[in-house]
């Protein structure tokens, strides 16, 4: 239930603040109950929005888009009010929305594939909930000088079963760049 999710999440530590995303299960299984419940627990959700953050090596923002799936999508909505010269990350729950992502943004935060979840080689492509087939699976993807982080995440979808894909809670550890 998105209030016990929401329980849970409440206690983590952040000190920057903590943001979250919606993903397609959120919406298709919830609704608006998740967000509730997320917002209820102190943990604003980003849809097509941005949030500053006052880190150590100065400002930081974090936009956050809508699901592919479901909602809406506004990069530029979600970058509209972030000054060029600061630091972006973008969190989509989708990584398709990647291709759009203009090359200020320092990083894009994304999972939603669960690294093929059943990832028998040749047979998971078929299954790879992606447009771009295994291209975001899972990993640090660079390309064109921009960068991607897929995570395997925890859960499975549909099928309550991992194969080759190992679940998996990523802790990303920033600095800023030395100039």
Do not use: C, K
């Amino acid at each position: 239930a998105p209030e016990r999710i929401a329980e849970r999440l409440a206690p983590l530590d952040a000190p920057l603040g903590r943001v979250a995303v919606l993903g397609n299960h959120d919406w298709r299984a919830f609704g608006m109950r998740m967000w509730t419940a997320l917002a209820a627990a102190g943990i604003p959700v980003l849809e097509n929005d941005a949030a500053a953050l006052d880190a150590p090596g100065g400002r930081l923002h974090v936009a956050g888009l809508a699901d592919v799936r479901f909602r809406r999508p506004d990069l530029a909505r979600a970058l509209a009010g972030i000054p060029g010269e600061e630091p972006v990350i973008v969190l989509s729950h989708d990584p398709d929305a990647f291709p759009f992502v203009p090359a200020r943004v320092a990083l894009t935060v994304s999972g939603h594939t669960h690294g093929g979840q059943v990832a028998i080689p040749l047979l998971r492509l078929p299954a790879m909930p992606s447009r771009h087939g295994e291209r975001y699976a899972r990993g640090h993807i660079v390309e064109h000088g921009r960068h991607l982080v897929v995570g395997t995440g925890l859960g499975t979808s549909g099928v309550p079963l991992r194969l080759f894909a190992p679940p998996e809670l990523l802790v990303l550890e920033l600095h800023p760049e030395e100039r």
